[in-house]
């Protein structure tokens, strides 16, 4: 079992800056990658970014250059940092992990980004 608790979400106007983290405990061992999801009301779920176990990223292409993934090991922490931030970005945001052996997603509680004037 892993656990995934999300926070540093919030209220910004256009153009600030947020930093999500995702702290992750329990089984942790074996888990592939690691990513941030989004869904903003009345939409679908969309891949963020994502963190290979190699150090690996990726980005979705709305989101590049201005949002950054990282982890910190020490502390089994995901952040996303994210500046720039646009009206559009407002959605809950999801932290996921996908673990092997047996193949299993886990995902966070989710917090809210609300990018507003």
């Known amino acids: 079992q892993v656990q995934l608790v999300e926070s540093g979400g919030g209220l910004v106007q256009p153009g600030g800056s947020l930093r999500l983290s995702c702290a992750a405990s329990?089984?942790?061992?074996?888990?592939?990658?690691m990513g941030w999801y989004r869904q903003a009301s009345g939409k679908q779920r969309e891949l963020v970014a994502t963190i290979t176990s190699g150090g690996s990223t990726g980005y979705e292409d709305s989101v590049e250059g201005r949002f950054t993934i990282s982890r910190d090991n020490a502390k089994n922490t995901v952040y996303l940092q994210m500046n720039s931030l646009k009206p559009e970005d407002t959605a809950v945001y999801y932290c996921?992990?996908?673990?092997?052996?047996?193949?299993?997603?886990?995902w966070g509680q989710g917090t809210q980004v609300t990018v507003s004037s």
């Open positions: 996921n992990a996908v673990k092997i052996n047996p193949l299993v997603n886990y």
């Open positions: 329990g089984s942790i061992f074996s888990i592939l990658a």
